[in-house]
């Protein structure tokens, strides 16, 4: 484990979590590496006394941070009449949650995206007055038009982009499907977002598309999730807010070195969710590869590291991958090593060690498979092949079970009556409300950690 330390900066942390014995022949290296963040302060610098104090300065960033907010004002906001007002409520709640000094704005989203505060492609100091200021320009909002995702997430570059500051990130909310844009656009908005800021993702109620939701989430390294009853959304903003305002360092990435003949077969986000970062990587010189992992407050985070190394002989060893967190420059010098563990490979003929396989590793495995048969499970139910579904879902029931996955557990109960949770026997229910099928596709990729 190896730490990095100065003054007002966040220290990050790597553990490295492996069985390094390979048997005679033995090619796969597998490894779990836990990153820690302690120091950034996950109320965002904010005491318990309300007193707003300094966030700290990250060498080599801006300080500070900026949020839009974007609010689907499209036509269906308007069914029930309640939903607009709870959205314009949870916005409001959102913005008397940004620290002071935080820039911020709020956009409002139909087939066309619109500035709803403060205007003019400009962003919004907040304080007592912008905050009363952006609550008065929220009863302008009202439910009319499409929606186009797409030009809400790129209106949104703009506004953040031309912010000097450390952390960007945006709140989206949706209540229905993209339908006024090609599926396209929104991927090339993506694509164009990636890295530039992060972005949590919501969709009200039951008529929005879980995949294209998940999708932005991923893609912009935040989360999504579903908000059944449009009451619950003021908790919901205000939560997300509050951790926004507690990220201190951005473009974290995870950078994997590796000597000639090792291949990574792919890097996984494993907690607190599942997120495939193996496509993502951007080459950072000979034989390194950086992997996003976004902003970062007081938290930790768990990634599966997989690599092929070459044959060797018993008794050899050798480092399969060097693991370090780095911090870029946006000057374009050097980058900032925050962490570093290692990946290592022994060959033995012990048969004890060798097939032995580590706990941490074990149980990322199966989090990871969780999650691939509850999407697979429900995609199956969806097309009308009830025993594919129910042979995937009672799989999911079992790993969830095994795992201590409770919150899993609970939201596959009420899409299955588990007859036994320990094999896997489950009948599929004859009827399963809409908003409970959501939730568990929604969540599916939420993991719990190692029990102690």
């Not at 009363?132 to 302008?140: F, S, V």
């Not at 090609?182 to 977002?193: G, K, N, T």
């Amino acid at each position: 484990m190896a730490n990095f330390s100065k003054s007002n900066v966040p220290q990050f942390s790597v553990e490295v979590y492996q069985n390094e014995y390979l048997p005679e022949g033995g090619r796969e290296v597998n490894a779990i590496v836990t990153v820690t963040s302690t120091g950034g302060g996950t109320t965002g610098g904010v005491p318990l006394s309300g007193a707003a104090v300094p966030s700290p300065r990250v060498p080599g960033q801006a300080p500070g941070a900026a949020v839009v907010i974007m609010v689907d004002c499209s036509g269906s906001m308007d069914y029930p009449p309640t939903k607009m007002r709870n959205a314009r409520d949870a916005t409001a709640a959102a913005i008397d949650t940004l620290r002071d000094g935080t820039s911020f704005a709020v956009v409002g989203g139909t087939h066309v995206a619109k500035e709803v505060y403060p205007g003019n492609g400009r962003l919004a100091v907040a304080d007592s007055r912008t905050k009363a200021q952006a609550k008065e320009a929220l009863r302008a909002l009202s439910a009319g038009g499409g929606t186009a995702i797409g030009t809400w997430l790129r209106l949104a570059d703009r506004l953040l982009g031309a912010a000097d500051v450390n952390i960007r990130h945006g709140i989206l909310l949706t209540d229905g499907r993209n339908e006024h844009e090609a599926p396209e656009d929104l991927r090339a908005a993506l694509e164009s977002c990636a890295g530039r800021f992060t972005c949590d993702a919501r969709g009200v109620g039951t008529d929005w598309e879980v995949k294209e939701v998940t999708a932005i989430a991923s893609a912009l390294l935040g989360t999504a999730d579903i908000v059944a009853d449009p009451s619950g959304l003021a908790t919901d903003f205000t939560q997300m807010m509050e951790n926004a305002m507690g990220k201190e360092v951005a473009d974290v990435a995870l950078r994997l070195w590796t000597p000639v003949g090792v291949e990574i077969k792919f890097v996984k986000q494993v907690a607190p969710t599942v997120v495939d970062l193996t496509g993502r990587r951007t080459e950072a010189g000979p034989r390194a590869g950086d992997y996003p992992t976004g902003s970062w407050g007081d938290e930790s985070r768990d990634y599966h590291v997989c690599v092929q190394v070459p044959q060797a002989g018993i008794g050899q060893e050798m480092l399969a991958s060097r693991v370090s967190l780095v911090l870029p420059d946006p000057a374009g010098g050097a980058p900032q090593t925050l962490s570093q563990g290692l990946v290592r490979a022994v060959w033995t003929e012990d048969m004890v060690a060798s097939t032995s396989i580590n706990p941490q590793v074990a149980h990322y495995t199966g989090q990871a498979e969780l999650a691939q048969v509850i999407q697979q499970g429900l995609d199956a139910r969806k097309s009308g092949d009830f025993d594919g579904a129910t042979a995937k879902l009672g799989r999911a029931v079992q790993l969830a079970s095994a795992s201590g996955n409770e919150d899993t557990a609970k939201l596959l109960s009420k899409v299955v009556d588990v007859v036994d949770a320990a094999t896997g026997t489950v009948r599929l229910k004859a009827k399963v409300a809409d908003a409970d099928e959501m939730t568990l596709e929604t969540r599916s990729t939420k993991t719990v950690r190692v029990k102690k």
